[in-house]
């Protein structure tokens, strides 16, 4: 069992920056993919960014490429998503999720924490 908890969201205005914490509960976690999804009113849940238990691959939805970054802390079972340039299409609930496979489909991931508001204003 993993407990995730989500924290950094916020209000933001066009063009600014955040950075999203995921803190998890028991050692497991750094065996486990960790990835990134958001939701916004009225829309699907969609993939934003995911980590490999090592950190040392990534991968990012294309609308977040280069404006995102995903990192662990493995010492201190959190991963990070920083965002920068935010435009208000990315108002979101900014989800975590750990699984066990590498895969953008939000149905892979087992645990989930309990979401962070991203609200970007024009």
């Known amino acids: 069992q993993v407990q995730l908890v989500e924290s950094g969201g916020g209000l933001v205005q066009t063009g600014g920056s955040l950075r999203l914490s995921c803190a998890a509960s028991?050692?497991?976690?750094?065996?486990?993919?960790t990835g990134w999804f958001r939701q916004a009113p009225g829309k699907e849940r969609e993939f934003v960014a995911g980590?490999?238990?090592?950190?040392?691959?990534?991968a990012y939805a294309d609308s977040m490429k280069g404006r995102s970054t995903i990192y662990r802390d493995n010492a201190k079972i959190t991963v990070y998503l920083q965002m920068n340039s935010l435009k208000p299409e990315d108002t979101a609930v900014y989800y975590c999720a750990v699984g066990s496979r590498f895969k953008r489909d939000y149905s892979n991931y087992d645990y989930w924490g309990q979401g962070t508001q991203v609200t970007v204003s024009s």
């Open positions: 980590i490999s238990p090592s950190g040392g691959t990534t």
């Open positions: 028991g050692r497991t976690f750094t065996s486990y993919v």
